[in-house]
């Protein structure tokens, strides 16, 4: 694949650190797709940011597959986008050690990331957890990228590529380019089923909390019926309803329908009603996915191909940004 040259960049990717949820998905890859058209885009399964938390070698290997399948499954075109895994391509390690000696201490200990994980992985605040968005700025900065389709979650660690980039080109001048966020209209945050004020997360060790996109229909609608809401009954959209907001999104985005289009398909019937519908909506949304995904990791050689690709033309692109990035430190480069 090449890309053309009068198309911006998107650039954007998911760590392979659990089984990929639907808030994985509405909030980032179902979006992916509506961008091939207009940009050139770049979607990276991102192993590196996903040892920060310590995973299991054999299952890290197998899920680094399996995003990549969700990825072409979820509708992303091999042909059109540049689609590869993060340690394929050593630059990314290169410039974000370039990018740490730019990025401050005391920018890093603001990020809500670093705090929610050192909370919860206790035994393992590593260095590598802390600069984190090094990494994420390296990987987006590599390609000169415009766009980056992401969660609200990540909004901050854009915010702070935005600032380093902006500090690294005040000094040796116009380097890289400055990326936007850019996020779909309802769906930036999917929260937990469980704990409707939590974000829904891949790593989430309650079952319920989450939908995962390979859950089988069944599973779907007892997670959407056990999903906790409040003691009314009516499905309206209003503050300290998180539950029943949340379900109302997750269905807004599986049916396009308005909130006010919602209210009124439910005026009148209760909870059990509604989660049902929601559990239908979603597991008949995601059944097209699941189809091809399962065509996909039947053919693991036709997959391999995809990275190899994938792999040599970003290491290409990312070059060209490093050792752009190299000259104006001062690396000495040989002819
Ligand atoms: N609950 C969510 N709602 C909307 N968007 C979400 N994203 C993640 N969770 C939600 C978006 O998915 C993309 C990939 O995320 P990631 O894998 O890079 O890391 P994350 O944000 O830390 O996702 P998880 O699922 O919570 O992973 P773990 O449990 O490993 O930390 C991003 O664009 C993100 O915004």
Redesign the pocket.
């Known amino acids: 694949m090449e890309f053309s040259n009068d198309k911006k960049i998107v650039f954007?990717?998911?760590?392979p650190?659990?089984n990929?949820?639907?808030?994985?998905y509405?909030?980032?890859?179902k979006n992916w797709k509506t961008l091939q058209d207009e940009y050139n885009c770049i979607y990276c399964v991102?192993d590196m940011?996903?040892i920060t938390?310590r995973q299991d070698p054999a299952e890290l290997r197998r899920r680094t597959l399996e995003t990549l399948a969700i990825y072409i499954a979820s509708g992303l075109d091999p042909k059109e986008n540049l689609l590869f895994v993060q340690s394929h391509v050593p630059a990314h390690a290169q410039l974000a050690w370039v990018l740490d000696c730019y990025t401050m201490f005391g920018e890093l200990s603001r990020m809500t990331?670093f705090k929610d994980?050192s909370a919860k992985n206790a035994q393992n605040i590593n260095a590598g957890l802390f600069t984190y968005p090094s990494l994420m700025a390296a990987d987006i900065l590599l390609y000169k990228t415009a766009l980056v389709?992401?969660?609200?979650?990540?909004k901050q660690h854009i915010e702070i590529t935005r600032d380093v980039a902006e500090r690294f080109n005040q000094i040796y001048g116009e380097t890289f380019v400055i990326p936007e966020p850019y996020m779909p209209k309802t769906?930036?945050?999917?929260?937990?089923l469980a704990e409707p004020t939590k974000?829904?997360?891949?790593?989430?060790e309650n079952e319920n909390a989450s939908i995962k996109l390979l859950d089988t229909k069944d599973a779907i609608i007892r997670k959407f019926k056990r999903a906790v809401t409040d003691s009314d009954t009516c499905v309206k959209y209003a503050e300290g309803k998180d539950g029943i907001n949340n379900l109302m999104t997750i269905y807004s985005c599986f049916t396009s329908k308005s909130m006010e289009e919602i209210e009124k398909e439910f005026d009148g019937r209760g909870y059990g009603d509604f989660k049902l519908a929601v559990g239908e909506a979603c597991a008949d949304g995601l059944a097209p996915l699941q189809a091809e995904y399962a065509r996909l990791m039947a053919d693991k050689g036709y997959l391999e191909s995809i990275l190899k690709e994938g792999a040599s033309y970003a290491s290409y692109l990312a070059s060209k940004t490093l050792s752009k990035v190299y000259r104006k430190i001062g690396f000495y480069q040989t002819k």
């Not at 990929?20 to 994985?24: D, I, K």
């Not at 509405?26 to 890859?29: Q, T």
């Not at 389709?149 to 990540?154: A, K, L, R």
């Open positions: 954007s990717g998911v760590q650190s659990g990929l949820t639907l808030g994985n509405l909030g980032a890859i991102v940011h996903a938390v990331q994980k389709p992401v969660g609200v979650d990540q769906g930036t945050k999917i929260f937990s974000k829904m997360s891949k790593s989430d």
